[in-house]
């Protein structure tokens, strides 16, 4: 009894609580989405995609386009193309005469938060997007996730290119520019998002498991 009442109390057994919890909110679900998506493409003898910081930032500003709208993604309406050059870039610092051929697109939005592995899966549900995951044509991704409102829906992007890793959607100084809230991959940024993000999801009205896929060629 006084053993259990000791560890109740015991300052050691909330620091590791702590150290516990810190260790889970410094990870970066947008990373952890593009470790998912390349060990699957390495299973199937497709490469290793580079992650670029500046198209992953650039992710994250075509979910921001939504503006939390999960039936748009739904009905398939998307961002106009020239948004990429005139929005998207500069938003992260991203010099627009560096922008190469988007190859792929994958965009899911749903109530809740799910597990990068889980959006994975939920990402490539229908054939065609496995068909994208595989295409040859891709050497660089950057994946972007984010809720809304800290709460749900949530949205998860990818973006595939086909560009030289760093020579494409290269931001100015080298680093794309962060705006929360939101995580993106491959700029080693301990998304702290993770808090936002892990709050249980409210239900919303258009619960669904919204979908778009596409592909088009970008052209400046
Ligand atoms: C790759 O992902 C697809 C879609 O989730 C899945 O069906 C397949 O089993 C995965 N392959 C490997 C080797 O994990
Ligand atoms: C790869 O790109 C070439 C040239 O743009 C295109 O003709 C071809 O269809 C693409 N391949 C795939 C698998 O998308
Ligand atoms: C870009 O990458 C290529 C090959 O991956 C390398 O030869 C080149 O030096 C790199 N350039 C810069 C500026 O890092």
Known sequence: MAMALWLLFSPFLFLS??????????????DELVAVLNANRTAHKSSSLADNQGLACVALQYIKAYQGDCKAVGESKKPSDSEFAET?????????????PITGRLLGCRSKYVEPSKAFSMLM??????????????????????????????????????????????PQGGVAKISRPGCFSGANDECSGADDLSRPGRMWLYAVTALIVAEYAFRL
């Open 88 to 100: 998207f870039a500069p938003n992260c610092g991203v010099d627009a005469s560096t922008l190469t």
């Open 17 to 30: 609580v702590c150290a516990n919890t810190q260790t889970k909110v410094t990870d970066n679900p947008a």
């Open 125 to 170: 549900e229908s054939q065609k997007s496995l068909d994208i995951l595989y295409n040859k044509n891709h050497t660089e991704v950057g994946a972007a996730t984010t809720g809304t409102d800290g709460g749900g829906p949530y949205f998860w992007c990818v973006l595939f290119s086909s560009g030289k890793h760093n020579s494409s959607f290269v």
